[in-house]
């Protein structure tokens, strides 16, 4: 499984210093970063308000590494294309957040980019059973969305493994995040469940040395 060898790392800007983000994306892409990952949230949908395209737009020159923009937002549909447009490579919508996921999906690969799924700690795995051939990412929130520094809800743990048998299931490249409460102790009971990418926001950003911070949600470093 490839979420034992090495999962890809991808440092949440929402707990980077908002003053300096440019800086900010470069110093975890510096520091061995395999994506940047993007919140973007309306104050509707999930009970704060984060950024929009424009940021992400700013953002983008800043580093060659792939953004996952995840939207936590409600409507979605009206904004694909602009986040598109402004450079995210994955755009991810919450199953929760509207009843035609599968049409919004289509529309993000039509517009370029990679589409995923979010699912909230609430939601089973079997709401996305419809549309696994049309999904590359699958997130796992393992915290209620909305605000970062949350505790990592070990619940989630099933669901993780439960999606990865899925995912076999189908044959397709598809890949598994969890976001929330990830850090050094968490990291590998998200991998040992399946996930292959692991979103961490303060066990990155609030520590002095990105790069130690990132090596240390590998596996191999990890306790």
């Given at each position: 499984m490839?979420?034992?060898?090495?999962?890809?790392i991808?440092?949440s800007?929402?707990?980077?210093?908002?003053?300096?983000?440019?800086e900010?994306?470069?110093?975890?892409?510096?520091?061995?970063?395999?994506?940047?990952h993007?919140?973007?949230?309306?104050?509707?949908?999930?009970?704060?308000?984060?950024?929009?395209?424009?940021?992400?737009?700013?953002l983008?020159?800043?580093?060659?590494?792939?953004?996952?923009?995840?939207?936590?937002?409600?409507?979605?549909?009206?904004?694909?294309?602009?986040f598109?447009?402004?450079?995210?490579?994955?755009?991810?919508i919450?199953?929760?957040?509207?009843?035609?996921?599968?049409?919004?999906?289509?529309h993000i690969?039509?517009l370029?980019a990679?589409?995923?799924i979010?699912?909230?700690?609430?939601?089973?795995?079997?709401?996305?059973?419809?549309?696994?051939?049309?999904?590359?990412?699958?997130?796992v929130?393992?915290v209620?969305p909305?605000?970062?520094?949350?505790?990592?809800?070990?619940?989630q743990?099933?669901?993780?493994?439960?999606?990865?048998?899925?995912i076999?299931?189908?044959?397709?490249?598809?890949?598994?995040?969890?976001?929330?409460?990830i850090?050094a102790?968490?990291?590998?009971l998200?991998?040992?469940?399946?996930?292959?990418v692991?979103?961490a926001?303060?066990?990155?950003?609030?520590?002095?040395?990105?790069?130690?911070?990132?090596?240390?949600?590998?596996p191999?470093?990890?306790?």
């Open positions: 490839t979420s034992a060898a090495r999962p890809l991808a440092p800007i929402l707990a980077a210093n908002f003053a300096r983000l440019g900010e994306v470069q110093a975890v892409a510096n520091a061995g970063a395999d994506w940047i993007l919140d973007v949230m309306d104050g509707h949908f999930v009970p704060n308000i984060s950024f929009g395209p424009q940021v992400v737009k700013a983008r020159p800043h580093t060659q590494l792939p953004f996952d923009v995840h939207l936590m937002i409600e409507p979605a549909d009206p904004y694909l294309e602009a598109a447009k402004a450079g995210a490579d994955n755009i991810l919450h199953i929760e957040a509207g009843p035609h996921a599968h049409r919004s999906l289509q690969r039509a370029g990679k589409p995923g979010v699912l909230c700690p609430a939601t089973p795995p079997e709401a996305i059973s419809e549309i696994l051939d049309l999904v590359d990412v699958i997130l929130m393992s209620n909305g605000f970062g520094g949350q505790k990592f809800l070990h619940s743990l099933p669901k993780i493994s439960r999606l990865r048998d899925m076999t299931q189908t044959g397709r490249d598809i890949r598994l995040a969890v976001d929330g409460g850090d102790t968490t990291a590998p998200a991998t040992k469940a399946g996930a292959d692991l979103i926001g303060s066990a990155i950003y609030a520590k002095p040395d990105y790069k130690a911070a990132i090596a240390a949600l590998r191999e470093n990890t306790p």
